[in-house]
Antibody, heavy 121, light 107 residues
């Protein structure tokens, strides 16, 4: 059974940093691209970032480019999102998702349950 | 960036109704479109990919069509479990975009 378990969320002050993690199991992790999608409270889905199977190709939404960094450790079956210079508008539930193929763009059949990031003073 | 516009934003319908949700892309995305269903407090669930391919395990009352810039998600006979919010997603460009969502409510 495919499982994606996010962690690392919490409350952080504006301008602060946070690192999210996603532990994957139930599939061959380095066969697939992975991504982060977020959802602000009461709002719709927003793509944040994605990475290909090897980590050599990544993509970012304009809203996070230059502030967030996606990475993965295939030996640990883990996906990460390093978030710096956090803003109030980054407050959201962050989902880890598995892309359908080894590239980083496509559809997502598997989603975690999310980890909540709150940016507030 | 490619913008995705869904309509309507909210839809009131009854059990047994045929429901259609539209998603328009600001430029052609071929058939690189997916549809998701999300219920309150839950992660989104994939329904359709490549505009019209039904994900395994999804009931056949769901169908997708379209290509280029206009796409539709149709529920042929709305069931109680289908009241939820639906999102389209494009993955054509080197950037993903979701539509703003369509909430299907009980009439």
């Amino acid at each position: 059974e495919v499982q994606l378990v996010e962690s690392g969320g919490g409350v952080v002050r504006p301008g602060g940093s946070l690192r999210l993690s996603c532990a994957a199991s139930g599939f061959t992790f380095d066969d697939y691209g992975m991504s982060w999608v977020r959802q602000a409270p009461g709002k719709g889905l927003e793509w944040v970032s994605a990475i290909n199977w090897k980590g050599g190709s990544t993509g970012y939404a304009d809203s996070v480019k230059g502030r967030f960094t996606i990475s993965r450790d295939n030996a640990k079956n883990s996906l990460y999102l390093e978030m710096n210079s956090l803003r109030a508008e980054d407050t959201a539930l962050y989902y880890c998702t598995r892309v359908y193929s080894s590239s980083w763009y496509g559809w997502c059949a598997y989603w975690g349950q999310g980890t909540l990031v709150t940016v507030s003073s | 960036d490619i913008q995705m516009t869904q309509s309507p934003s909210t839809l009131s319908a009854s059990v047994g109704d045929r429901v259609t949700i539209t998603c328009r892309a600001s430029q052609s995305i071929s058939s690189w479109l997916a549809w998701y269903q999300q219920k309150p407090g839950k992660a989104p669930k994939l329904l359709i990919y490549k505009a019209s391919t039904l994900e395994s395990g999804v009931p056949s009352r769901f169908s997708g069509s379209g290509s280029g810039t206009e796409f539709t998600l149709t529920i042929s006979s709305l069931q109680p479990d289908d009241f939820a919010t639906y999102y389209c997603q494009q993955y054509n460009s080197y950037s993903w975009t979701f539509g703003q969502g369509t909430k299907v409510e009980i009439k």
